[in-house]
């Protein structure tokens, strides 16, 4: 099936969403609101659907949509 064929219920983008910010999260360990904003500007979508400002974002997100529809256990932060 093509990436541009996945079909998720509202759960399931709800967990792609989450496993999307983790992976940035666990890149990017910047405590403050900047690296939400530097996030937000990587994911902004550009006239073609499929590209966004930054290219690797793009990959990122189909990974973490696969990995939702395959089953993989979430990732979780070290609670204190």
Same mark, same amino acid.
């Given at each position: 099936?093509?990436?541009?064929?996945?079909?998720?219920?509202?759960?399931?983008?709800?967990?792609?969403?989450?496993?999307?910010?983790?992976?940035?999260?666990? !890149?990017? @360990?910047?405590? #403050?609101?900047? $690296?939400?904003?530097?996030?937000?500007?990587?994911?902004?979508? %550009?006239? *073609? !659907?499929? @590209?966004?400002? #930054?290219?690797? $974002?793009?990959?990122?997100?189909?990974?973490?949509?696969?990995? %939702?529809? *395959?089953?993989?256990?979430?990732?979780?932060?070290?609670?204190?």
């Amino acid at each position: 099936m093509a990436d541009d064929d996945l079909q998720l219920t509202q759960a399931q983008a709800y967990e792609a969403a989450y496993r999307f910010v983790w992976q940035y999260n666990q !890149r990017d @360990k910047s405590p #403050d609101a900047t $690296s939400l904003q530097m996030m937000l500007v990587a994911m902004e979508p %550009t006239e *073609d !659907r499929y @590209k966004t400002d #930054d290219p690797a $974002s793009w990959a990122d997100w189909v990974q973490c949509v696969r990995e %939702t529809l *395959d089953g993989a256990p979430l990732p979780h932060l070290p609670r204190s």
